[in-house]
């Protein structure tokens, strides 16, 4: 596996991996501390595609608050470790400076209610224009036919989708399951920053979407009704919720009832650690399109 | 020579192209209303690519008056005759539709100096965030190797220059000189609104001009001075410009002399036609970088 630091490399690599066959390019954009969510994507892409490549960037530009930047947990020796071992080609590590230079003046903005809710009101908006941003770049430098992204950041994968389309990016944007551990928590980068006793604290998140999913299931439609469910679990556990939020699954636009896919989202704060969480919401007859 | 309405159909024929040979693949963006200028930048692109593509598409988002758009000259049948004859081998001239569907909500924005003076004051700000979109969008909907842009409009060549390299666009911007008239009038698809009498007034602007590098040759270097020399020139002929502008060549900010390359900028209404023009000015031992 090579690892490489600029995008003139990367584009050179690629270049030989086209000549080399007509493999399909697969690209797997990460903030590095991996963990089995990060996995389960190098595996949906070695299943679709002939040639892995792993990015690895903590992307000053989509973080709104200074501390979590400087916190976010940075292992690059593990992760390429990691990255080897499940079968990546090679990972484009790039530092700040090969992907926003001096005199860097150029914002990939996504307008409307996609980048105007959910996330957008805990971390501000500037946080979508940084992942549009990083993301085009990236799928630019790397022109591969598929990218893999993680369903636990559904909204990031609905504003990616669009600049993708918006743009003409000419790259499939494939969203993956989100992988939980044992207790149920989705794995996340971030979970290595709570204590014991938060980790105990953080299980009610999926809890409450269980808890909710299982009202569905008995019938319950409204989301007036499947939103205090979530808040009984919340509140239960200590928890206040930064939102808990029932949306239409393409839009994002405020549903009342789960007539069409709904997202369930949930963001809260443990202990320092902002987490989110979701599930995809839909009547037993009803096809995903998600 | 095909003409083609589709991102699809115009990726298929660039595939094609690399397929049949090495051949560089360039682009000439044009909004139709073909005249000398477009017909020099396809000569370029001849010069310089094995296979040219030229886009006709009259972009609703950099426009910022309504009046302006509606009058904007379309004369399709009459520019694909001109573009064949000039050795196009393929029109891309979509519907708006098809860059711009349903629900899009993407804007390349390029921030600073480059987008908040000269054109940004008499079109808007949004004037280059609708060029720099719509460019992106073409480069990356044509994969073009090289594009070919007229130096007339040399504030869009620095906006699009700045978007290549921050999105890492793999695409050369080229810049070509400004196409005259006789009468010393820079080409523009906008003349052709220009009566009997707003044209004798409007090659004040280009005299104007001459009248700066005039003094220049005689060892004038200071702004003011030069200002001074274009604004008497305009008066004289009854135009009160709306900028006549000395801004380093790269930055577009304020130049009070001609030590580094100076782009000397007019923009004036003439009759119901807004005109711009410009020169590049170097002192006699300073390298165009340009």
Avoid: W
Wanted: with cysteine.
């Amino acid at each position: 596996m090579k690892i490489v630091r600029t995008v003139s490399e990367l584009r050179g690599i690629v270049r030989q991996a086209r000549t080399n066959g007509s493999a399909l390019i697969g690209l797997v954009p990460t903030m590095g501390a991996l963990h089995d969510g990060h996995l389960s994507l190098v595996h949906a892409a070695r299943r679709d595609c002939g040639f892995v490549i792993m990015s690895i960037f903590v992307n000053p530009k989509q973080f709104t608050e200074a501390a979590d930047l400087e916190g976010y947990p940075r292992q690059e020796a593990a992760d390429t470790a990691l990255a080897d071992a499940a079968g990546v080609d090679v990972v484009f590590a790039p530092d700040a400076s090969e992907l926003y230079p001096d005199g860097f003046a150029t914002t990939v903005h996504v307008t409307g209610p996609l980048t105007q809710t959910l996330e957008a009101a805990g971390r501000g908006p500037e946080h979508f224009d940084g992942v549009a941003t990083v993301v085009s770049k990236l799928l630019i430098a790397a022109g591969a036919d598929a990218a893999f992204f993680g369903q636990k950041d559904a909204q990031q994968v609905l504003v990616v989708r669009r600049m993708v389309a918006d743009l003409g990016i000419p790259t499939d944007i494939v969203a993956c399951p989100t992988v939980r551990d044992s207790d149920g928590l989705a794995k996340s980068s971030r979970n290595v920053r709570l204590s014991g006793a938060d980790r105990a604290q953080a299980v009610a998140i999926p809890r409450a979407l269980e808890a909710v999913e299982a009202a569905l299931a008995l019938g319950e439609t409204g989301t007036d009704a499947l939103h205090s469910r979530a808040t009984t679990v919340l509140t239960a556990a200590g928890i206040t919720p930064e939102y808990v939020a029932f949306v239409d699954a393409r839009t994002l636009l405020p549903a009342t009832d789960i007539a069409e896919p709904v997202l369930c989202a949930i963001a809260a704060r443990v202990g320092s650690v902002r987490l989110i969480d979701n599930t995809l919401l839909t009547l037993p007859d009803t096809i995903e399109e998600n």
